[in-house]
């Protein structure tokens, strides 16, 4: 069975400039959450998304935005970037009957120069 | 929302017996705790979830005391396999959104 995939793996961009990364969840699960973790820190929720709404977003500004596809892939969008934005972005996804058993892909490396 | 509190680091050898504490004293009733494992530049791989008393995988086993404000992972016998980093995640309901909160990790190094 496929795992969590994320893309791209690096990503480049300068300030100002909007970043999109991508998330395809394990089949079958429904939820898709993301995190950031800076480098050598811990991870901090972002968003959550389950059959396509977003359900609860974690402390981060408005434009950290996302959203989900009816094939429960999803998107996280990030507006106006600035140099603390650069971190590992990851993305898990889980199902219905245990939404805390989480499966992470391996992350998008977001650098802001 | 649960805030949690793991030590940073600890240090062990191969072959004994590892207990990490997660603190969480204002945990809600409907909260779950789950604890991952992360290596460097690897997303966290799920290693147990729990709500209360012990539960055992193959893995590791999670003790949670009946006050359910701590939680303990034990991992039997290490291997230099198991040095990574080691989070808790306490998540539930909040109005019937779910909230999640992860703790700082703990950097466990198995020496040989």
């Known amino acids: 069975e496929a795992g969590v995939t994320q893309s791209p793996t690096h990503l480049i961009k300068t300030r100002g400039q909007q970043a999109t990364l991508r998330c395809s969840p394990i089949?079958?699960?429904?939820?898709v959450y993301w995190y950031q973790q800076a480098l050598g820190l811990g991870l901090q929720f972002l968003l959550w998304?389950?059959?396509?709404?977003?359900?609860n977003r974690g402390n981060f500004p408005p434009r950290f935005s996302g959203r989900q596809f009816p094939n429960y892939s999803s998107e996280l969008n990030v507006n106006a970037l600035e140099l603390e934005d650069s971190a590992l972005y990851l993305c898990?996804?889980?199902?219905?009957?245990?939404?805390?058993?989480?499966?992470f892909g391996p992350g998008t490396r977001l650098t802001v120069t | 929302l649960a805030k949690t509190t793991q030590p940073i680091s600890m240090d062990s050898y191969e072959g004994q017996e590892v207990n990490i504490t997660c603190s969480h004293n204002?945990?809600?009733?409907?909260?779950?705790i789950t604890w991952y494992q992360q290596f460097p530049s690897q997303g966290p791989r799920f290693i147990i979830q729990?709500?209360?008393t012990k539960v055992t995988n193959e893995v590791a086993s999670l003790f949670i005391p009946a006050d359910r404000k701590s939680s303990t992972l034990s991992l039997p016998r290490v291997s230099l396999s198991d040095t990574a980093v080691y989070y808790c995640l306490v998540g539930g309901l909040i109005a019937g959104r779910r909230a999640l909160t992860f703790g700082s990790g703990t950097r466990l190094q198995v020496q040989p």
């Open positions: 729990g709500y209360k």
């Open positions: 998304y389950d059959e396509g709404e977003e359900r």
């Open positions: 898990a996804s889980a199902g219905g009957f245990s939404p805390y058993e989480q499966y």
């Open positions: 204002n945990i809600a009733t409907n909260d779950y």
């Open positions: 089949s079958g699960h429904t939820s």
